[in-house]
């Protein structure tokens, strides 16, 4: 990257990153399910030319299920962030405009909340939800929102006390319009970043419910269930079958958790001018 | 005898500019100006102009996207980054805007000098009580502050001090007594630049003023000078003497550019009603006039 | 009577008074120098009757009428430092709109470039951006101005500029003048009057 300023190359970055997950979803909705075919003559097969990451004891191309089964994650997680997101922001902003009542009963009520083991709670929300894939949603979008609802609520209590937000006022703004035109533009940076950075964390969650039998049924290719059914041939020797999807999973979850701090870095206004 | 000389000082910044591109900012060009031992040269320009700067430059404390052209010289020998370390601290020392440049860990008595026997002596002599060692930099009020910074300074037995904006926020008696410290330590033999943006209190207390203007010094003058507007040799000059309140509060239309933005000639000629062609197409040489510098092909 | 300021009375936590009970009167078309050494409570004072902080005893009249709480305030206080009165994401251009819509020959006056409307904040000098506040302040429904040290930042000429727009402005409209400054120079061309804080804290 050499003759590139820092900034140029993270904007590159962060765009490749995202072409990448782009062409991980897309190749999962859109390969066909004939692909995913049990074919028993090709049944546990090394990785080899013809199928990369081998097939597993149905015959079935284990690069394809690996796809599919990110695919499937990746909507999973997308839903449940944006849902916990929405739920972070009206909590937080309503904790920082309220009077201070109302922000003390909600920064309990955040305490509370995660004092409680959150996969415990999920997984107990999940088998109220009767499992399923609503019930990974719900449960993760439940249990996701404390972090980035502070977040929002002290990025929102730091406008609202800067000299040109109480000026507003002055100038017969409403609250609703100081709201909208000063308060919001300034907190949707670190929103949108700690939406971002949210996904890793929801990906990982349906991925480890489902693997635990908590989630998503058996018939669904998700990661959680290659995983689940993998760790039973492990002693045979078919290392391949936990391997490439483990592999693919955590290496997704890395690039998108880089995609969040490069949007980061992006978009913070007080970053050093080098 | 010139303690320190700067010599066609330019600082530029490599900053972003909106999106990806990245630009080079000036913010000082073509400074001139030489200190002399016992004697106080303030700069005055408006706060936020890039003087302070000057200051990062002469201790070699700029951040790493500074470009520096130009010389500066100690005692007639060349100011490297070597000498500068060398220096800092001790023979060369920055009284800094606030205290926010001192450690907020370290106690203040470790900070003003690691000799205790100076530290006791400094400290008599500003008045503060021996207490004072042992607190944290938060812990000092305004005044106590200026001092303790004036005492690090002065703890290194400094030959050149430089002032950065010494005086903001303090009431009139403490700027004040900022002022006599400096005027003292100038008495005794070290040589002053104050940096600053309170024109009034520069025309006090220094011997002789460099006029600032977009990112260059357009004059060096005396104090005593600035009395007359007669005396003053650059149209920019007279209209800062014009301007002040206790002479005619009247004011020159116009803004001041950005250092740099003027891509030839004499930074002050859009604003000025003695310029001629010369004026615009090249930058007039600081040459001295009647016992001062002036960079004007009109002055008298 | 523009302007009355009733027993003011503040402290910062509670215990030690910094405002003891200040009262004073401004009638309209006043400039009133408002003088007192640093960190004595002028700048709270003003805060206090441009109806930013409530005060704990004593109250402020506009016109014979406390302070309305919503709408435009007919007392606008200008800062000292114009950079945390403006919104560091907004173009400038819009910063200055928020109030009203300043005529061109204002903006000319105070010397507002249009290059500078499309500008963000951290692209201009404090001299600058200070002119885009004063220009925000004037809106017609304006009747007192509080200035709080607004040209003590900025350098003699653009002091001198800035002062010559207000007091042709606020002499046009017979708006009202608190001018907060340590330099009794300017205060002597600026105001009619002067006002000694710590006189009036001390009684």
Redesign the interface.
């Known amino acids: 990257m050499r003759g590139l300023n820092r900034r140029t190359s993270a904007a590159i970055t962060a765009i490749v990153i995202l072409a990448i997950i782009i062409a991980i979803y897309l190749g999962g909705s859109l390969l066909p399910d004939s692909a995913l075919k049990a074919d028993f003559s090709q049944k546990a097969l090394k990785p080899s030319v013809d199928h990369i990451f081998g097939t597993d004891y149905l015959g079935r191309d284990m690069f394809v299920r690996t796809i599919k089964g990110l695919s499937l994650s990746l909507t999973v997680g997308a839903i449940a962030s944006c849902i916990s997101a929405l739920i972070a922001l009206v909590i937080g902003t309503t904790a920082a405009l309220g009077k201070g009542l109302i922000d003390h009963a909600i920064n309990w009520f955040i305490d509370v909340f995660m004092s409680v083991p959150h996969t415990v709670l999920l997984i107990l929300i999940a088998m109220v939800l009767d499992r399923g894939a609503t019930g990974v949603l719900i449960g993760i979008a439940l249990t996701h929102w404390c972090q980035l609802a502070r977040i929002v609520r002290a990025e929102v209590l730091q406008v609202r006390s800067q000299q040109f937000v109480l000026a507003s006022r002055k100038f017969g703004k409403s609250p609703f319009w100081i709201a909208k035109e000063h308060i919001f533009p300034h907190v949707i940076p670190q929103f949108f970043v700690g939406l971002i950075l949210m996904f890793p964390h929801a990906i990982m969650h349906e991925s480890g419910l489902t693997f635990l039998g908590f989630g998503l049924p058996p018939e669904q290719p998700a990661i959680g269930i290659i995983l689940s059914e993998a760790m039973s041939y492990i002693s045979s020797g078919a290392w391949w079958l936990a391997f490439f999807p483990g592999l693919s999973l955590v290496i997704l979850v890395l690039l998108i958790d880089k995609l969040g701090s490069t949007v980061r870095y992006l978009l913070e206004p007080r970053e050093a001018q080098m | 005898m010139k303690a320190l000389e700067v010599k066609n000082l330019s600082i530029s910044f490599n900053r972003y500019q909106k999106g990806l591109k990245k630009k080079d900012l000036k913010v000082i060009s073509n400074l001139n100006i030489s200190l002399y031992e016992g004697q106080i040269l303030a700069i005055a320009g408006s706060s936020g102009s890039g003087k302070s700067l000057l200051a990062h430059a002469i201790l070699g404390i700029l951040p790493k996207n500074a470009k520096v052209e130009g010389t500066m010289l100690w005692y007639g020998e060349p100011l490297t980054l070597s000498l500068q370390k060398k220096l800092r601290g001790k023979e060369l020392a920055l009284v800094p805007q606030s205290i926010t440049y001192l450690d907020p860990i370290k106690r203040v008595g470790k900070q003003i000098s690691e000799d205790q026997s100076k530290v006791t002596a400094v400290l008599k002599r500003y008045d503060l009580s021996e207490k004072i060692k042992r607190l944290y930099p938060f812990e000092l009020s305004g005044g106590m502050a200026r001092r303790v910074l004036l005492a690090t300074a002065v703890a290194g037995n400094a030959k050149v001090i430089i002032a950065d904006e010494p005086t903001p926020g303090l009431s009139k008696e403490l700027a004040e007594t900022a002022m006599s410290h400096f005027r003292e330590l100038a008495d005794q033999g070290a040589a002053v630049l104050l940096i600053t943006h309170d024109l009034d209190l520069a025309l006090r207390y220094a011997d002789r003023i460099a006029v600032f203007y977009a990112g260059t010094t357009v004059e060096i003058a005396k104090a005593s000078d600035f009395e007359r507007e007669e005396l003053l040799r650059h149209p920019y000059s007279r209209a800062l003497w014009n301007a002040m309140p206790q002479n005619n509060f009247k004011s020159t239309p116009g803004v001041q550019p950005y250092a740099g933005s003027i891509e030839s000639g004499c930074v002050f000629a859009p604003r000025c009603n003695l310029k001629t062609l010369e004026c615009t197409q090249t930058t007039p040489p600081m040459r001295i006039l009647r016992d001062g510098e002036v960079c004007c092909y009109h002055a008298t | 009577m523009l302007l009355e300021v009733k027993n003011i009375k503040f402290s910062h936590d509670g215990k030690t008074p910094l405002i003891k009970g200040i009262s004073f009167c401004i009638e309209a078309g006043e400039r009133v120098a408002l003088v007192g ?3 004595c409570g002028k700048s709270t004072l003003a805060q206090i009757i ?3 902080i409530k005060p704990h005893g004593g109250k402020i009249l506009f016109d014979g009428a406390p302070l309305p709480d ?4 007919p007392i ?2 200008i ?1 000292q430092h114009p950079e ?6 907004w173009r400038l251009g819009k ?1 200055l709109r ?2 009203w819509d300043p005529d061109e020959s204002l903006l000319k006056d105070l ?1 507002i ?1 249009k290059a500078w409307l499309d500008r963000y904040p951290s692209e201009l ?4 951006l200070q002119r885009f506040c004063i220009a ?1 302040a004037l ?1 017609p429904q304006t009747r007192l101005i509080i200035a709080d040290e607004i040209s003590t ?9 800035v ?2 727009v207000l007091l042709k402005v606020t002499q046009e409209r017979g708006i009202g003048i608190i001018a907060i400054t ?2 009794e ?2 205060a ?3 105001c009619t009057r002067v006002i000694n804080f710590e006189d009036l804290n001390n009684r």
């Open positions: 050494p640093s960190g441009a109806g930013y919503r709408g435009y305030c606008q206080l800062y945390k009165a403006i919104n560091p994401r910063t928020e109030a010397g470039e000098s404090g001299g600058e925000r809106a930042m900025l350098d003699v000429i653009t002091q001198a500029q002062w010559e340590h330099s120079d300017l002597k061309r600026v």
